[in-house]
Nanobody, 125 residues
Framework: QVQLVESGGGSVQAGGSLRLSCVVSGYSRSSNCMGWFRQAPGKEPEGVAVIYTGGGSTYYADSVTGRFTISQDNAKNTVYLQMNSLKPEDTAMYHC??????????????????WGQGTQVTVSS
């Protein structure tokens, strides 16, 4: 029932910016966290940013703190990931997920949640 569709990925040079969007349909109150995760070839999946929809608190991976911002637009049922000062190491497939959490820093529930198809971000130097 829950569907997530990401968009906004692409190729950009280092130092550039991208804004990813995730449109959610069938969102449930039980899915009280929305997050962005990424996976690069040969690397483990990484939680990038999470927003606790109940209270608006956020979590960011150390590697993106100060550069990325997660936000939501309830009227459009959309969550965003604004990515600034992009680095080549940000290159990955970015996935949006809706899941149950016990705060923005609680990412464990993501493995049981709903995931989008992903959007590719490629940063060149």
């Amino acid at each position: 029932q829950v569907q997530l569709v990401e968009s906004g990925g692409g190729s950009v040079q280092a130092g550039g910016s991208l804004r990813l969007s995730c449109v959610v349909s069938g969102y449930s109150r039980s899915s009280n966290c929305m997050g962005w995760f990424r996976q690069a070839p040969g690397k483990e999946p990484e939680g990038v940013a999470v927003i606790y929809t109940g209270g608006g608190s956020t979590y960011y991976a150390d590697s993106v703190t100060g550069r990325f911002t997660i936000s939501q637009d309830n009227a459009k049922n959309t969550v965003y990931l604004q990515m600034n000062s992009l680095k080549p190491e940000d290159t990955a497939m970015y996935h949006c997920a809706a899941f149950v959490c016990d705060g923005a820093s609680d990412l464990e529930g993501a493995r049981f949640g709903y995931w989008g198809q992903g959007t590719q971000v490629t940063v060149s130097s």
